[in-house]
């Protein structure tokens, strides 16, 4: 949308996106080579988190969506109270419904999110339940232990 300035300018409004926290791109680098115990649990809690940036993300386009399908189909209305054009007035709530699709099918992407967040963090706590343990007393036992992949079959 935009508006007029005073010196009559069509300006682009602020954003209606609501506000979420970026990501940013400062969590761990997981190498693809060396997925030891560590490093497969960082790998792992990384894909939560990003999971849980993902859903919040979601959540906040798919409130948007919502509250500009209300205004289209309100704006629909008030168009056909005014005797607008019965053509504009259709077009005003094809839209609305098409963002109201949107809405719900971003409800889906959330539910993949939200499992994939929960999936890892089963993973997660059963790897650490499993292997924590004998993790915690290689540490302690002060013996070099072989690079993970050392006792692999080929």
């Not at 005073?6 to 954003?15: F, K, Q």
């Not at 809690?45 to 993902?54: D, Y």
């Not at 859903?55 to 500009?68: I, P, S, T």
């Amino acid at each position: 949308m935009s508006g007029e300035n005073v010196s009559g300018e069509i300006v682009p409004r602020e954003s209606y996106v609501p506000a979420v926290p970026d990501g940013g791109d400062n969590l761990p680098v997981i190498p693809d080579s060396n997925l030891g115990f560590l490093s497969l649990g960082a790998a792992v809690a990384l894909l939560a988190s990003r999971a849980l940036l993902l859903k919040e993300k979601v959540w906040a386009l798919q409130r948007l969506f919502q509250r500009n399908a209300d205004k289209a189909s309100n704006m629909s209305e008030m168009c056909d109270a005014a005797e607008v054009d019965p053509q504009y007035t259709a077009l005003i709530m094809e839209g609305s419904n098409a963002l109201r699709e949107v809405a719900e099918a971003s409800g889906d992407l959330v539910n993949a999110a939200d499992t994939a967040q929960t999936d890892a963090q089963v993973f997660n706590d059963a790897h650490q339940g499993e292997y924590g343990g004998i993790y915690e007393v290689t540490q302690s036992m002060g013996v070099r232990q072989p690079k993970p992949g050392f006792n692999e079959v080929k």
